[in-house]
């Protein structure tokens, strides 16, 4: 059985390749291969994916490292997808370039995230189009490239029938913290439930061996003003929910740097609405003034992501390299590659077990339309998911969706079609977006920074 990671040379790829080893009973796992377009970055990264295999965890899982794509997916079962078009140097484009506007700037949120769609769309079919190529018959790619709610609308319009299944572990990350913040260790009696579009969605439910943690968890977040447990603000680095239960790995890096600014934003939606747990990323459209006035236009997100967990890995190579010593804080591991593995075994061995996925509404949420990318619950096994469908949403949410639905919709055909006229209609569209005029500024800057991956805009 072959499991390969296209896009091998990412800061992630260590960490999931561990928990790929950590199941290998479970997934049969022969070999793994890494696939990516950036020879130099993957080769280094592979050298502690070596160390994982074959030193760390003694395997015999076979490791292939290849720019090829014909060598990459021939009988694969299964296609890990982390493709990250334009690197951290065009995620900071993204999250700057809004903001010089005074507006938003974010990887996947806003008109950041449609820049980045726009980048992503044609090499993910490109990929598509590899793996149903070379790969087995029935294989499937777990995809959680970003941005991955227009990249899934993308694969949905343009490869209906690819064996893709859309992903994000952002509601596992905020799970994770809700189980630390109620004190909870066996995380995996929590079960929810939950609905939106991917990056802006809502916990209905959350509960824990049958009880109701939502009075419970409620009342934590008016209490501390923050959904992040104490320990966490106190001593960031020594904690850290790492689903491979050992310590001093990274740790729950959704807790680091800016990502503060969301867990307080968790409370400051909860104090005017308090029925659902919203998913970090609504601060975004909710107080897309505020993200602004907190943010340092000068250094973002993808400037933090680059001195830390970036440099943190290249220097433990190197380290490595010269001294035979691995520092294990220097590859990320936990809850994200574990979620991954999971999602695997469930389609490999046909267990059923819940997992949230992007897929097309079909009546699932009533009151969207029927071919709504949405993230909704659903039971994985080996014919695919199983979606749940659940009653008409709330207005409030509705209207939210509804306007982020066509923004993105509208980006997904103008970048089909190369038309300037939707692509500025879903930019001004968007909830970050005050005017059309800021829109078309914002547009007009991209399209000068994205020159070299986004098809030509009339
Ligand atoms: C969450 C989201 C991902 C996103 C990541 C960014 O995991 O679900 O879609 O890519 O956060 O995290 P970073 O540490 O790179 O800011
Ligand atoms: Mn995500």
Request: hydrophobic share 40%; charged share 25%; glycine share 6%.
């Amino acid at each position: 059985m072959i499991i390969t990671i296209c896009g091998g040379g990412s800061t992630f790829t260590a960490g999931i390749v561990k928990s790929i080893a950590l199941r290998r009973e479970e997934l049969e796992v022969d070999e793994i291969r890494l696939f990516d377009i950036f020879k130099e970055r993957q080769d280094k990264v592979a050298v502690i994916v070596d160390w994982i295999l074959h030193e760390e965890l003694k395997c015999d899982i076979k490791l292939t490292v290849t720019t090829d794509p014909e060598t990459a997916y021939t009988d694969a079962s299964f296609i890990f997808a982390q493709m990250r078009v334009g690197g951290y140097a065009m995620r900071e484009q993204d999250e700057k370039i809004p903001l010089r506007h005074g507006c938003v700037g974010q990887e996947t949120c806003g008109t950041g995230g449609m820049a980045y769609g726009m980048r992503t769309i044609f090499p993910m079919m490109k990929m598509i189009d590899d793996a149903e190529k070379y790969a087995k018959k029935d294989y499937w790619i777990l995809n959680y490239s970003n941005p991955a709610s227009i990249v899934s609308e993308a694969c949905r319009r343009l490869r209906p029938n690819a064996r893709i299944i859309n992903i994000c572990d952002m509601p596992i990350a905020i799970i994770d913290v809700v189980a630390a913040a109620m004190n909870i260790k066996d995380k995996e009696n929590i079960v929810y439930d939950y609905f939106g579009l991917n990056h802006f969605g809502w916990f209905t439910s959350i509960t824990y061996k049958g009880e109701d943690l939502m009075p419970r968890l409620r009342e934590y977040i008016m209490e501390h003003k923050i959904l992040l447990p104490d320990a966490y603000l106190k001593d960031k680095a020594a904690l850290g929910v790492s689903a491979n239960k050992e310590k001093g790995t990274e740790g729950n890096r959704h807790t680091k740097g800016s990502w503060y600014y969301v867990w307080k934003g968790v409370y400051e939606i909860m104090a005017n609405f308090p029925d659902m747990l919203p998913n970090t990323y609504l601060n975004y459209y909710l107080q897309q003034k505020e993200f602004v006035e907190h943010s340092n236009p000068d250094h973002t997100r993808a400037n933090e992501v680059m001195e830390t967990r970036e440099k943190n890995l290249f220097d433990g190579v190197d380290t490595y390299l010269a001294t035979g010593k691995v520092d294990e804080k220097v590859f990320y591991a936990g809850s994200h590659g574990d979620w991954i593995a999971d999602l695997a075994i469930a389609l490999k061995n046909d267990t059923k077990a819940r997992f949230l996925i992007i897929t097309e509404n079909r009546g699932t949420i009533p009151n969207m339309p029927y071919d709504a990318m949405v993230e909704v619950p659903a039971y994985i096994g080996k014919n695919g998911p199983e979606v749940i469908s659940r009653d008409p949403i709330p207005l409030f949410q509705q209207g939210l969706m509804m306007q982020q639905l066509n923004s993105e919709k509208l980006l997904v055909e103008g970048c089909i079609e190369g038309s300037y006229e939707k692509v500025l209609q879903a930019f001004t569209l968007n909830k970050t977006v005050p005017s059309m005029t800021v829109a078309k500024e914002i547009l007009d800057d991209m399209i000068e920074a994205n020159k070299d991956f986004w098809p030509e805009l009339k």
